[in-house]
C-alpha cells in the first residue's frame, strides 16, 4: 500500500496518508481530482489542486517506465488538464513508495515555496534568492543545497508571472541536456499557488516495492526485447532521434528505415565532449532523446527540439538547426512550452501582417522576458491572442485545437487485438492502450511496440500482479483505462456548458497517422 502526501501551501501542513483504492497512474490522478476539487472550480483558485502521480510500474525495472503524470483544473467550465512527464523525478517518488502529491491551497508570501522530499520526511522550504530565477541558476541552487542527485519539478519566471504559456520543468538523468520544458502548460497554476518546485532528495531508482521481484525482472527484460525489436521503437527514434515523429506525421507508417544503421555509423566516429543524456529517464530501451548524437553539436535539448525546427520551418521558413537549438533552450529557461510559444507568435504575426523571422521570434521572446504588456499577449497561447483580434475570422483556424478533434480524419485499423469479444471500435481500443500507457507510466513514443505485439497486453497484466499481488487479466487491464476516461469525461460534465470530449495525449497525433488504414 503506497504513501499520497497532501500539502496544504496556506496551512504550510503535510499529511500523509495510505491509498487505500486500487487506482493508479492517471486514474489516481483522476479520482483524488474528483475527491478535492469541485468541477465549477476556476483554474487560478485557492481551491484548485495540483496532483502528481508516477506511474504504477515506475521505480521498478520496467522499461521505459519513467513517467509522471501531473493534473490540474484547466478552468472553471472545463474538467481535468494532464501533463506527461519525462524525467527521473517518477522513479524517484516510486522508490520511496510515494504514490501520489496532492497540492492544495495558495502561498501567498513573498518568496515561493519549494516542496522537499526526502526519504523520511517532506518539507517545505523557501530558498532565499530562488524568485524570479531562470531554470538553470534554480536547479543549481538547489542542488547546492540538496544535492545533485535531487529530481526535481518546477517552473521558471513565465510560470510565476502566470503566463498561460508557462509550463513545468523536469529534471534529466546526470549529463547534458540537464533539463527540459515539457508540454502540458501547467507552469501558471504553480505560479498562482505560489511553488517553485518540487525537490525529491534520493539516489534511488528501482526501489518500489514489489510482490514478485523475480518475475517482474523477467517479464521486464522480455519487454525490452518486444520494445527494441519494433521498427519505430528499436530502429527509428534511436538512430534519427524524436524528428521520427515529424517523418510520421507527414508520412504515416510509411517512414523509409534503410538509411538509419548508416547514419549511426558515420556519427559514432566523432567523439563525446561531454557526457551526453541518452535517455530521458534511466532504464529507457528506446533511447530516441539522444542515442543518435555523438557529440555537443548534435545531441538535442529535448523531444521537443525536432518538433520546434518543423513549426518553425513550417511558419516562418526557418531551418538554422542552431539557431533551433538556442531559441529552444532559451525558451526552455524561461520555463515556456515553446511549440505553443511558436504557434503563438505566428498567430500574433500573421494577425499584424508581419513577417516572422529570426529577429523578429528573438524580439518576442525579449517581450517575454520583460513582461511587457506584448510580451503578455504572446505569452497568452493562440487560444488568448485570437479573442483579442475576433473580427479576423479568416486567422481562426490557426488557433491550436486538441488533437483528439482530426479523430474523424482516419480510420484506425489494429490487427493485433488479442482481447475476445472486444465490442467497441479500433479507435477506443487505441485510446484504452494510450491511458493503460500511461496509468503504467511507460513513455508513449513505446506504444508502436505494444499496440503492434500480440503479447504485450499479457506481459502487463503479469506484470501487473508482480507490482501489486493483485489478479488481472488483459481485458482487465484496457476496461480500467476506459474507465478512467468516462470518469474524466463524467468530471467534465459536471464543469462544461457545452460539449464533452475525451482528454487524450497530444501525442495521439501520430498515432493516428500510423493506424491509419488507407481505403
Given at each position: 500500500?503506497?504513501?499520497?502526501?497532501?500539502?496544504?501551501?496556506?496551512?504550510?501542513?503535510?499529511?500523509?496518508?495510505?491509498?487505500?483504492?486500487?487506482?493508479?497512474?492517471?486514474?489516481?490522478?483522476?479520482?483524488?481530482i474528483e475527491e478535492e476539487v469541485s468541477p465549477h472550480t476556476d483554474r487560478l483558485d485557492e481551491d484548485n489542486a495540483i496532483v502528481l502521480a508516477p506511474g504504477l510500474f515506475s521505480g521498478t525495472v520496467a522499461p521505459s517506465t519513467g513517467r509522471l503524470i501531473v493534473g490540474t483544473k484547466r478552468s472553471r467550465t472545463e474538467g481535468i488538464q494532464y501533463s506527461n512527464l519525462a524525467g527521473t523525478i517518477s522513479q524517484k517518488l516510486a522508490s520511496l513508495n510515494i504514490e501520489a502529491l496532492v497540492i492544495t491551497g495558495k502561498n501567498v508570501e513573498d518568496i515561493p515555496l519549494s516542496i522537499i522530499i526526502e526519504e523520511e520526511k517532506v518539507i517545505l522550504d523557501r530558498i532565499e534568492g530562488i524568485k524570479g530565477l531562470e531554470v538553470s541558476p534554480t536547479i543549481d541552487k538547489i542542488r547546492n543545497i540538496y544535492g545533485k542527485e535531487c529530481g526535481i519539478v518546477g517552473i521558471g519566471p513565465a510560470g510565476e508571472n502566470l503566463l498561460p504559456v508557462s509550463t513545468l520543468f523536469s529534471t534529466y538523468p546526470e549529463g547534458e541536456p540537464v533539463f527540459y520544458c515539457a508540454r502540458g502548460s501547467i507552469g501558471d497554476v504553480f505560479g498562482y499557488k505560489g511553488l517553485k518546485a518540487i525537490v525529491v532528495k534520493t539516489k534511488k531508482h528501482f526501489n518500489a516495492p514489489l510482490q514478485d521481484e523475480k518475475n517482474m525482472k523477467e517479464t521486464s527484460k522480455a519487454l525490452s526485447r518486444m520494445i527494441i525489436n519494433h521498427p519505430i521503437c528499436g530502429?527509428?527514434?534511436?538512430?534519427?532521434?524524436?524528428?521520427?515523429?515529424?517523418?510520421?506525421?507527414?508520412?504515416?507508417n510509411n517512414i523509409d528505415l534503410s538509411s538509419v544503421e548508416d547514419e549511426k555509423v558515420k556519427k559514432s566516429d566523432k567523439p563525446s565532449e561531454i557526457k551526453i543524456n541518452k535517455t530521458c529517464s534511466p532504464l529507457c530501451v528506446i533511447g530516441c532523446l539522444n542515442r543518435h548524437a555523438k557529440s555537443k553539436e548534435d545531441y538535442y535539448s529535448s523531444p521537443a527540439e525536432s518538433e520546434a525546427h518543423a513549426a518553425l520551418?513550417?511558419?516562418?521558413?526557418?531551418?538554422?538547426?542552431?539557431?533551433?537549438?538556442?531559441?529552444?533552450?532559451?525558451?526552455?529557461?524561461?520555463?515556456?512550452?515553446?511549440i505553443e510559444f511558436i504557434f503563438g507568435c505566428s498567430l500574433y504575426f500573421s494577425l499584424q501582417g508581419q513577417k516572422g523571422s529570426m529577429k523578429e521570434m528573438d524580439k518576442a521572446l525579449e517581450e517575454v522576458k520583460a513582461m511587457s504588456l506584448l510580451g503578455r499577449v504572446l505569452g497568452s497561447k493562440t487560444t488568448g491572442i485570437y479573442p483579442l483580434f475576433r473580427e479576423k475570422e479568416e486567422h481562426k483556424d490557426m488557433v491550436t485545437k486538441p488533437s483528439i478533434r482530426e479523430e474523424g480524419d482516419f480510420n484506425i485499423d489494429i490487427k493485433s487485438k488479442t482481447i475476445e469479444n472486444w465490442n467497441s471500435s479500433d479507435l477506443e481500443y487505441l485510446y484504452a492502450y494510450i491511458i493503460a500507457l500511461e496509468n503504467f507510466g511507460f513513455c508513449l513514443f513505446s506504444s508502436f511496440a505494444f499496440i503492434e505485439n500480440e503479447e504485450a497486453l499479457s506481459f502487463l497484466s503479469d506484470m501487473y500482479k508482480y507490482k501489486t499481488g493483485r489478479e488481472s487479466n488483459e481485458k482487465d487491464i484496457l476496461k480500467y483505462a476506459l474507465e478512467t476516461i468516462e470518469r474524466e469525461k463524467e468530471y467534465?460534465?459536471?464543469?462544461?456548458?457545452?460539449?464533452?470530449?475525451?482528454?487524450?495525449?497530444?501525442?495521439?497525433?501520430?498515432?493516428?497517422?500510423?493506424?491509419h488504414k488507407n481505403e
Open positions: 500500500m503506497g504513501r499520497i502526501f497532501y500539502i496544504d501551501l496556506t496551512k504550510k501542513r503535510v499529511v500523509e496518508k495510505q491509498n487505500h483504492s486500487m487506482d493508479y497512474g492517471r486514474g489516481l490522478v483522476t479520482r483524488i530502429k527509428a527514434l534511436p538512430g534519427l532521434g524524436s524528428i521520427t515523429l515529424m517523418k510520421m506525421l507527414k508520412k504515416g520551418k513550417d511558419a516562418f521558413g526557418i531551418e538554422d538547426k542552431g539557431y533551433v537549438k538556442d531559441f529552444t533552450r532559451r525558451c526552455f529557461e524561461q520555463g515556456i512550452d515553446c467534465e460534465r459536471k464543469a462544461k456548458i457545452t460539449s464533452v470530449e475525451k482528454t487524450i495525449p497530444e501525442f495521439v497525433k501520430v498515432l493516428y497517422r500510423y493506424f
